[in-house]
């Protein structure tokens, strides 16, 4: 089982390794159910799933970790393996409209100082990674990305061939405690990675796709892999969840959708650290 620190959003953190790092997992903020159709969630980072006031949300969330939406990157996030290499050119691309975002990629990676990467998720893996004193990449892996196995192209990407020195931050995302699957897709996911293989708390066939991801850091020569958050179809009062939105699985209640980010900035001139709490006070 890995190790997994289930701390409240914001989650933020830096790098020992690269003081220059930033880094912060998102949150719902506030539990929202959804006792009328008008409820919409505190801090959704989405402009295609969910309400509220998204523009605000990202300004405030980018916020923690010294950056700004002018200079950040989103991707367009399909659910499958290619990785793209971005730049300052790129800065603002996917903040405003979606359709900008950059396309057909569930990586981004850079090599440039005060570009910040966004992927964002309600179920699904983030995984945020550095090269110490080289780049920085924000991964998106849900079931789909775990088989097409883009954790592996992205640190590849980044890190060329020498990956021992990069480090991993894995977010919440959902468990195997809750991401139920039919006995076929999980035989099938399973074959390839067993580490994936799991059961459900209810006893159905589930997959936990942090413990694939976990294997593919492994496999691809990363040694340094920190988590934080735990499983977000457990703890919809702190997530944004799927699987809780939709009432897949069992026991589930309707919660506003919407989704949290990983956030990662590479600053040029670091300042001083800032726990989550303390940044989320700015």
Known sequence: MTPVHDVQPPIGTQVAEDPAVRAVFSGRVAPIAV????????????????AGDVA????????????????????EQVHGGEVAVVGSADAGRGVCDHADAIPGVDALVTFECDVALAVLVADCVPVLLVDPGRGIAAVHAGRRGVQANVVATAVRTLADADSSGVVALVGPT????????????HDEVAAEWPQAAARTTWGSPSLDLRAAV????AAAGV??????????????AAWFSHRATTGGG????????????????????????RSAAAASLD
């Open 35 to 50: 006792p009328a159709p008008t409820a919409v969630p505190d801090a959704n980072l989405s402009l295609v799933v969910g």
């Open 56 to 75: 605000s949300a990202r300004r405030d969330a980018l916020a923690l970790i010294g950056a700004t939406p002018e200079s950040a990157v989103f991707m």
């Open 174 to 185: 959902i468990g195997g405690c809750c991401y139920e699957v039919a006995h076929a897709l």
């Open 214 to 217: 976990a294997a593919q850091l």
């Open 223 to 236: 040694a340094g892999v920190e988590h934080l958050g735990g499983c977000t179809r457990c703890a919809p």
């Open 250 to 273: 069992a026991g589930a209640a309707g919660w506003a959708a919407g989704r949290q980010a990983g956030l990662v900035v590479r600053r040029a001139a670091a300042g001083p650290a």
